[in-house]
């Protein structure tokens, strides 16, 4: 077993520690590793649609082509979900796969739906062309918010999954809790049943949280009431990280959309919370500032209450887009980050984020975006 392999070497090394829930995980990850590479000629015919799928592009019939089951990892924060997952896509020797952040792929639906607004099927067209690409689909972080992606959802995993494409993704939740107390979630619970026939589920949680195992060498957030201390240290900071010629006040184009910041060098930026979280910003944004900047500065984040919902969101998908790609995060707060989020709707999720911002701390972290 490839995986295992790995697996062993990787706990021989110090890199991780042995978990039970986590070989459940690489047993299963081994079976869609397995599938995937079983020459195709090899593969079951249904004995039900076995000349049609012969022939079908012979007679211009559309065939229905069953993917390999692929795989759902859940469990709490930190239970090393998206390790395992990386650590399968990255030594799987196939040529047709991707790997995209639950964000990433987002944006990529709805910037497709653009290029196929006038289609008369555009997710089915959208998974036709995906699948002339991809038999792996690799997903982190998967999570419902909003009913528009919930819709869009159960459309293209339904026509990725006719496809043949593999779905192997992580996710905080089971499925059965998906977008649980969404907007018309009825018309979401057929996606949930697609992916739990279309993927093995697998829980991986023994209660430890290995983010905050990490070793860290020193914080990357200040922590106090005095304003004037916090921004002369976040000062001193920038100046110590920056490359390049520093302007300050200036303003940068984002998605064509022009932002303010405090300061701006070649390799990091630095702006207000309320610019960057409590304006109209997208995860667009938030993913062209992670290309372009090796370091973010963020100031003036206060504490985020009921009143403050968009606000939060916005700020756990800032921490989702710059932990996926590794980018450097400096924050300024009043509060303690434990109490940092007052409000009730958003209490899980800020739990992930708080073990990510631990994570982002580390010197595994950092030296991986510096390396």
């Given at each position: 077993?490839?995986?295992?392999?790995?697996?062993?070497?990787?706990?021989?090394?110090?890199?991780?520690?042995?978990?039970?829930?986590?070989?459940?995980?690489?047993?299963?990850?081994?079976?869609?590793?397995?599938?995937?590479?079983?020459?195709?000629?090899?593969?079951?015919?249904?004995?039900?649609?076995?000349?049609?799928?012969?022939?079908?592009?012979?007679?211009?019939v559309s065939a229905v082509i069953e993917p390999v089951?692929?795989?759902?990892?859940?469990?709490?924060?930190?239970?090393?979900?998206t390790w395992l997952m990386d650590m399968f896509y990255?030594?799987?020797?196939?040529?047709?796969?991707?790997?995209?952040?639950?964000?990433?792929?987002?944006?990529?639906?709805?910037?497709?739906?653009?290029?196929?607004?006038?289609?008369?099927?555009?997710?089915?067209?959208?998974?036709?062309?995906?699948?002339?690409?991809?038999?792996?689909?690799?997903?982190?972080?998967?999570?419902?918010?909003?009913?528009?992606?919930?819709?869009?959802?159960?459309?293209?995993?339904?026509?990725?999954?006719?496809?043949?494409?593999?779905?192997?993704?992580?996710?905080?939740?089971?499925?059965?809790?998906?977008?649980?107390?969404?907007?018309?979630?009825?018309?979401?619970?057929?996606?949930?049943?697609?992916?739990?026939?279309?993927?093995?589920?697998?829980?991986?949680?023994?209660?430890?949280?290995?983010?905050?195992?990490?070793?860290?060498?020193?914080?990357?957030?200040?922590?106090?009431?005095?304003?004037?201390?916090?921004?002369?240290?976040?000062?001193?900071?920038?100046?110590?990280?920056?490359?390049?010629?520093?302007?300050?006040?200036?303003?940068?184009?984002?998605?064509?959309?022009?932002?303010?910041?405090?300061?701006?060098?070649?390799?990091?930026?630095?702006?207000?919370?309320?610019?960057?979280?409590?304006?109209?910003?997208?995860?667009?944004?938030?993913?062209?500032?992670?290309?372009?900047?090796?370091?973010?500065?963020?100031?003036?984040?206060?504490?985020?209450?009921?009143?403050?919902?968009?606000?939060?969101?916005?700020?756990?998908?800032?921490?989702?887009?710059?932990?996926?790609?590794?980018?450097?995060?400096?924050?300024?707060?009043?509060?303690?980050?434990?109490?940092?989020?007052?409000?009730?709707?958003?209490?899980?999720?800020?739990?992930?984020?708080?073990?990510?911002?631990?994570?982002?701390?580390?010197?595994?972290?950092?030296?991986?975006?510096?390396?």
């Open positions: 077993m490839p995986l295992l392999k790995h697996y062993h070497d990787a706990i021989k090394e110090g890199a991780i520690q042995q978990d039970p829930a986590q070989l459940e995980g690489i047993k299963v990850l081994q079976e869609v590793w397995n599938g995937l590479l079983r020459p195709v000629e090899q593969a079951p015919m249904s004995r039900s649609r076995g000349l049609l799928a012969m022939f079908s592009k012979k007679h211009n089951r692929g795989a759902y990892l859940w469990g709490g924060v930190g239970r090393g979900k990255a030594r799987l020797p196939l040529a047709e796969k991707r790997r995209m952040h639950y964000h990433h792929f987002m944006f990529f639906i709805h910037e497709e739906l653009k290029k196929l607004a006038h289609h008369r099927n555009p997710l089915e067209a959208m998974a036709a062309q995906l699948a002339q690409e991809v038999r792996l689909l690799c997903i982190d972080e998967f999570h419902v918010m909003d009913i528009v992606d919930a819709m869009l959802l159960h459309g293209l995993l339904d026509a990725m999954c006719k496809h043949g494409i593999t779905v192997v993704t992580t996710s905080n939740r089971p499925p059965d809790d998906l977008y649980l107390n969404g907007l018309q979630r009825e018309r979401f619970l057929p996606a949930i049943a697609l992916l739990k026939k279309h993927t093995h589920v697998v829980e991986l949680d023994n209660h430890i949280d290995y983010r905050m195992l990490k070793h860290v060498s020193h914080d990357s957030f200040l922590e106090d009431d005095d304003a004037v201390l916090v921004e002369h240290e976040l000062e001193k900071c920038f100046a110590e990280l920056a490359t390049g010629r520093v302007v300050i006040g200036h303003d940068i184009e984002v998605q064509g959309r022009i932002l303010p910041t405090h300061r701006v060098a070649e390799n990091i930026v630095w702006f207000d919370f309320q610019t960057l979280c409590e304006t109209a910003r997208s995860t667009s944004d938030y993913i062209e500032l992670a290309e372009r900047f090796d370091y973010i500065v963020l100031s003036g984040l206060h504490v985020l209450t009921e009143e403050h919902e968009s606000a939060a969101r916005r700020f756990l998908n800032l921490i989702d887009e710059l932990y996926d790609r590794n980018v450097q995060f400096i924050f300024s707060t009043t509060i303690a980050l434990e109490n940092l989020y007052q409000g009730h709707r958003l209490r899980f999720e800020f739990q992930r984020a708080l073990s990510r911002l631990n994570e982002m701390q580390s010197d595994d972290y950092q030296q991986v975006r510096l390396g």
